[in-house]
């Protein structure tokens, strides 16, 4: 394919796309060399607002069948209120939008294209979360077998419901979640009849700059943009996106990349402050999309924050709690709490003057609240109980309005 | 409001839309009348691919604060395998996509604009399911409070998580579901500080239309267009959708109307066989949005069925899942079972001879399959337990791939 390559990042090694690998002989992660395309938001404005309106921008061979659920085209809501409270203009971004609930999609229309071009049989992830749900429904998608391989006995039940319905071939592997993973690494340095789309498979990257595309091409470049990091992929991928863009003079600044990460699963955002690199053994914390102890994409999320002058921060529990309740009560969001944890981050980054006053930031909500029953369940509420109301009992719902103001949540701020 | 009034359907006594009011005094449903807005595809196209592209075609008083969360805007996904399956020619209309995740948006974005307009400071109404968590979001997004009024001591865990989420106050009234929805109905009758949004608002109908000119706008009118039937607001909202878009000539035909009922709760059906009408005292499905026993729209179905010269079935739970699993493994569409009920409705039509070869074909999935954890679960898939892979068992899974196809499920057809 002329212009069009694998390189690893590492030893700069080039690899033909032709070859089912999504690794470098050397352990090293690949990522996709494109010619630039030149394209004007004219055309691109042409066309429907979903993933594939931005095609000159994401690379694949010529004759790849896209393999795709109309995904792309997620909202960018207004946040007036919270606007209000912090004294910068906040939009959020609701990822949950697209087919399977959560921003995998976005990657996988584009590696489930490429394993089309490949001839792969099925796809193949070590997850249990969004990935799996959504690598499941692009597999079915294009006639090809979901199999997930997965820590024996170790996944909860609530977990799986979408990859039994999309009939994904659940593979127990003993050991842990690493032994699992290293298996589809070993699998994917072999190549076989199936094609890897783990968080390393560097397709995956230039369907999720699509993010990217589509802020600036709705709302033009923030002051920052705000990403939950778990293995580092999103917030790689969207600064891709930006500059993309930059280079193309389809925008004329670039913003910058605020990371956030959970206080119990933060090597990076340790990392940044420490200057070292230490893993965590056990990752704790109720955000179960971005609970992830050894991010692939470590040193790369690191790069970003330095390349855009960004930062990269920590929040707990508590405040992704808080976070999620605000978006929902406050604006009407329903966000799963690994997307909460952008708006507890740029609360952080407010109160350490990182973000200036009326400065323009996009939340990145990556995920749908429904991806987490649980979750949605530890919000506390009023609840009334009352005799059956006849045409006379219609007062007691006024009494009910004049006193619920006490049930409402003037502790948002 | 010149041009701008509510209807009673029985008795045909007119109210001003200024009113608190969503009940005609002598209890017949009401519907909005509206001077007639000329509008061109050039103008509504010009617009984001959103509900409120067509502005013009949904009646409000002027002024009127739009209370949004960018819903509407669906995709409308080719279904190739089940079209070369039927020897039709399926689409599916992905409603699940809208912001708390099924097409009760639609609709609830135009009753919150008007419970905003009327200065409410609730949203009222008795549901647990989609409407109840549409309602939330909305209300939450106007700055209002959301009510909900259930059965006391009779709603499942599970359904709660978005009204907890969203902070709704939760009233549990004494009696069944039939006391609730009485509660809500006579507190409508006489107004107050809270706005109903049950079935019986005139205008959620007024949103849920949207529906149909979005099918037009990206692919005419097709021959059919199936949807599921609950209390059966959003068949009579679409049709009244493509009736509109004829008038304007901005289509040239009309298609028939199928509307699916599941069998343990079709009223409808039946008496559109029976020529009598009997509600069912304890409805009974799987499908929990549709299963309801006396729909509030049950005329205007039938009306429908019969101006659209289409028609109106049932189907049991048992075909139910296999469309909710046919969808998913022979397409990658995850929808909830309420919506898996048009697939198989569908397939009923073919078998009658109801729908002709090649037709064009329409599924409205009303709502996303992540409403139902519980249902998604009960689909199976195969489970392998191997021992940890290494490097010289990679082989395992070559193994496993070629083993794994006595796993799907030929028995699509």
Redesign the interface.
């Known amino acids: 394919m002329p212009g069009l390559s694998l390189v690893c990042d590492f030893c700069g090694r080039v690899f033909p796309v032709s070859e089912n690998r999504v690794l470098c002989e050397c352990g090293g992660l690949l990522h996709v060399e494109a010619a630039r395309a030149s394209v004007s938001w004219e055309t691109l404005r042409s066309r ?3 993933l594939w309106r931005y095609r000159e921008l994401i690379p694949l061979p010529p004759g790849t069948p896209i393999v795709s ?2 995904e792309g ?1 997620s ?3 207004q946040a007036t ?1 919270l606007s209000e409270e912090l004294k910068v203009n906040v939009m959020v971004k ?1 990822e949950g ?5 959560s921003f995998k999609d976005r990657g996988m229309t584009v590696a489930a294209s490429m394993a089309k071009f490949l001839g792969a ?2 796809l ?1 992830a070590a997850s249990t979360g969004n990935t799996a749900a959504s690598m499941s ?7 090809m ?1 979901p ?1 997930v ?1 997965i820590p ?1 006995g170790k996944i909860a ?2 977990k ?16 842990g979640f690493d ?1 699992a993973m ?2 589809v690494l ?2 994917s340095v ?1 190549g ?3 094609y890897t789309v783990n968080s390393i498979n560097p397709w995956r990257i230039e369907g999720q700059k699509t993010a990217a595309f589509e802020v600036a091409d709705e709302a033009g470049a923030p002051g920052w943009v705000a990403v939950p990091v778990g293995n580092g992929g999103n917030i790689y991928s969207i600064w891709k996106g930006f500059k993309e863009l930059k280079e193309l003079d389809l925008i004329d600044e670039l913003p910058r990349m605020l990371g956030v990460q959970a206080e119990g699963a933060a090597p990076i955002a340790k990392a940044y402050t420490t200057k070292v690199y230490e893993p965590i053994k056990e990752p704790k914390t109720i955000a179960s999309a971005i609970r992830i102890g050894n991010p692939v994409h470590w040193k790369r999320v690191l790069n970003t924050v330095r390349e855009s002058g960004g930062s990269i921060v920590s929040v707990s529990d508590e405040e992704i709690i808080w976070a ?2 605000t978006l ?7 966000v799963e709490s690994s997307s909460a944890v952008t708006l507890a981050g740029l609360k952080k980054a407010i109160n350490g003057k990182l973000v200036d006053k009326n400065e323009k930031i996009v939340l990145i909500a990556t995920g ?4 987490e ?1 649980q979750t ?16 006379a ?2 007062t007691i ?2 009494e ?2 004049k006193s ?2 006490k ?3 003037p502790e948002h701020f």
């Open positions: 429907r607002f979903r659920l109309d085209g909202p960018l809501v209120r609701l939008s697209n087919p399977t609930g049989k099925a193949i429904a692009y597999a079915r998608r294009a006639g077998i199999v391989l024996s039940e609530g799986l419901g979408q990859l039994r319905l999309y009939g994904a071939v659940i593979v127990e592997v003993e050991g032994e290293g298996a070993e699998y072999r076989g009849d199936a999620q309740r929902a009560r406050l604006e009407g969001l329903g749908n609240a429904l991806k029953p949605m369940n530890l919000h506390e509420t009023a609840t009334l109980k009352i005799p059956t109301l006849k045409i009992d219609t719902l006024s009910i309005l619920i103001t049930f409402e949540s």
